[in-house]
């Protein structure tokens, strides 16, 4: 338990960050019609998921055109 509290300082910003990624993302996904590839529930799933990489991939390959 003290190793936790030890790195404590270190989770927190790292927490911030993956769960700004997944809200920023998902109400994107929700938002728009249009994806790269995949269809909306996909994006939910991979956005949901798959931690910090996942709403970066939706970002980089997902997300289609205004």
Do not use: C, S
Not at 29 to 35: D, M, Q, R, S, W
Request: glycine residues 6%.
């Amino acid at each position: 338990m003290e190793q936790f509290i030890d790195y404590l300082p270190l989770f927190i910003p790292i927490l911030i960050i993956q769960l700004t990624l997944a809200i920023i993302a998902l109400v994107h996904v929700l938002k728009h019609p249009n994806y790269r590839f995949g269809n909306k529930y996909f994006w939910i799933i991979i956005v949901l998921l798959v931690q910090i990489i996942g709403p970066v991939f939706y970002f980089i390959l997902g997300r289609g055109d205004a």
